[in-house]
């Protein structure tokens, strides 16, 4: 062993941290977002590390770490919690937070005393479910400095109201309604657009129509700016061995091709396959988890 000190490997220089201008150059110049939700430090800091652009502390904890069976019971104050967790261990991911049920539809002020909260416990931007009636809420809060997700599909915090989880928009007219709501969510300032449970072709469109919303998709093809899973499902953890998972959904954990009874990758290295896969285009597969 030698007695003189040898020069450490240059370490390669750190992301920048995103923003929302940034973001939006991202995918102004064709770069897939990659967005997984997260709960808690722990798994801020390895998603992060593992090159996720954005971290979503959905309101999915309901159903992932609290054990219900939708995500109506959880509150802000358990969602601030959560949020603030996040933000420790997160370092270039951009934060968003959603807005749970029952703290702003009532009125716009209601949104934003409940996007305060949020975003004082560490969120960039916050969430909200709904159509074109949200339009007024959405330009109240960008216009007082909170940027704006905005949620279309598949709603789940009306799950009774649409009749279960199911296809959003099949139909000419249902998808007019929704590429008229997104028109007025676009116009109202949101930044962002999830698209939950959508036909690939309408995901497409509206990401094609409206350049100025950056599209997410989950369970909408291909088409859109960037994707987003729930991390337990991502990690092939919901639903138990046998049970039948989301078509929109596949376990990163599990290289293709491979034998069940193969050993299955780290959580590290199965959030990087996924940003990997989500950058390269290769996930989703508009064959196998399109609709």
Avoid at 174 to 193: E, K, R, Y
Wanted: net charge neutral.
């Amino acid at each position: 062993m030698s007695v003189h000190p040898q020069p450490a490997p240059e370490a390669s220089a750190p992301r920048p941290a995103w923003n929302l201008p940034r973001l939006r150059e991202a995918a102004a110049r064709g770069e897939k977002l990659a967005m997984l939700t997260c709960y808690d430090a722990t798994f801020a800091r390895v998603l992060d590390e593992a090159g996720a652009d954005i971290l979503l502390v959905g309101d999915s904890l309901g159903n992932v770490i609290q054990g219900e069976s939708s995500t109506l019971p959880v509150t802000l104050e358990q969602m601030a919690y959560h949020t603030r967790a996040v933000a420790q261990g997160k370092r270039q991911a951009f934060l968003i937070t959603d807005l749970p049920f029952g703290t702003y539809e009532s009125s716009p002020q209601q949104a934003l005393a409940s996007a305060v909260a949020l975003m004082r416990a560490g969120a960039q931007m916050v969430k909200l479910e709904g159509g074109g009636y949200t339009a007024e809420t959405v330009r109240f809060l960008v216009e007082r400095g909170i940027p704006v997700c905005a949620h279309l599909g598949l709603t789940p915090q009306r799950v009774h109201a649409i009749g279960g989880y199911r296809v959003q928009g099949r139909d000419d007219a249902a998808a007019q309604v929704l590429l008229d709501d997104a028109t007025a969510l676009a116009q109202a300032g949101a930044a962002f657009l999830v698209l939950e449970l959508v036909p690939s072709a309408l995901a497409r469109r509206i990401t094609q129509q409206l350049p100025q919303l950056m599209t997410i998709g989950i369970g909408a093809g291909a088409g859109t700016t960037g994707q987003v899973l729930v991390m337990h499902d991502m990690l092939g953890l919901t639903g138990g061995a046998h049970a039948k998972r989301p078509r929109f959904v596949r376990d990163f954990t599990r290289v293709p091709g491979t034998p069940p009874e193969a050993p299955g990758l780290s959580v590290p290295q199965a959030v990087a396959a996924y940003v990997k896969a989500v950058k390269d285009g290769s996930f989703p597969d508009e064959a196998v988890h399109g609709y």
